[in-house]
């Protein structure tokens, strides 16, 4: 907490016990209160526990100045009986021991409490970063199939482009250059996808196999993107080498209404990879689906 925050928070504090413990005393006296020093200490408590050593000591200094005053002769500060002076002195020690005991006790809570907070924080970071290492791939980063399948209520209840493609060939690279060069090919199409159709719509649906799901898409524009990403895929320079990436691809345009929907869409998709890859390689195939 800024210091001129902590600064306003304990003034604040403060007058309020000040407050409290002026007009339970001032009730005290007006009801002719015999002792009122153990109603007045459990002011003093209560501003201890819940606010502290300078609430307290704010609070004592009050209980002090209204036992002086009650414990003078005629009330006048000064003159007091042998006996009342140690009254007064039990009360001062009194005072101390409580705001010594119980505010080291706040003390102590308010840090614990700190810890948790910062504690909490921090398992928050952790189980967010968690959540999202689930659902991204440390190779791509992009989305993954548990990814997908929590966001199935974004694709209900409004027309989606699902399009799945593979890389043609893709176990040649291996073959030939190593796996190494395969998971940079895999790397290259992933950065390719997410900068035409954006990361949050693009997943790594298996292998060299990807998925894209734009909500409320207009084919035209769909299908400039699929070219794009053609183009700039089939002459790539990878660690110096120049490879031509390609990619067979499927998709499907309609409106899901239901999870069942929505899977029903995937399998068309797949289903119009299929043809294209038993097509040519290279081929884009697409149909719009028409709920039954």
């Known amino acids: 907490m800024p210091m001129k925050e902590k600064v306003k928070k304990e003034l604040y504090s403060s007058g309020c016990a000040v407050l409290g413990t002026i007009l339970v005393a001032l009730c005290c006296n007006i009801l002719t209160i015999p002792n009122p020093n153990i109603i007045l200490f459990t002011v ?39 006996l009342n002076v140690e009254k007064i002195i039990v009360i001062i020690i009194g005072i101390l021991l ?17 810890r948790l907070r910062l504690l909490n924080e921090r398992l928050s970071s952790e189980k967010a970063a968690l959540e999202e290492r689930s659902r991204t791939g440390a190779l791509t980063q992009l989305q993954n199939r548990h990814a997908f399948r929590e966001d199935y209520d974004s694709f209900i209840h409004r027309e989606v482009f699902m399009m799945i493609f593979d890389v043609d ?14 998971d940079c090919v895999l790397k290259t199409v992933a950065d390719y996808m997410m900068e035409l159709f954006g990361q949050k719509h693009c997943y790594r649906w298996g292998g060299d196999e990807f998925l894209i799901v734009v ?47 929505v899977r029903e869409l995937l399998e068309i998709a797949d289903g119009n990879l299929y043809t294209a890859k038993e097509t040519e390689r290279g081929t884009v195939i697409g149909t719009q689906y028409d709920a039954k």
């Open 44 to 82: 003093m408590t209560v501003a201890l526990v819940f606010k502290g050593y300078v609430a307290g000591l704010s609070s004592g200094v009050v209980i002090l100045i209204y036992s002086m005053y009650f414990f003078s002769n005629n009330h006048d500060f000064v003159t007091y009986s042998a």
């Open 98 to 114: 409580d705001i010594l005991f119980i505010g080291h006790l706040h003390t102590k809570n308010e840090k614990a409490l700190e």
């Open 169 to 182: 060939y893709f176990k040649r690279f291996n073959d030939t250059y190593g796996h190494d060069m395969g």
């Open 215 to 261: 909500p409320e898409p207009v084919e035209e524009i769909a299908k400039r993107k699929i070219q794009g990403l053609q183009t700039q895929l089939k002459h790539h320079s990878i660690k110096n080498l120049e490879v031509s990436i390609g990619i067979t691809c499927g998709y499907v345009i309609g409106r899901a209404e239901t999870d069942a929907q």
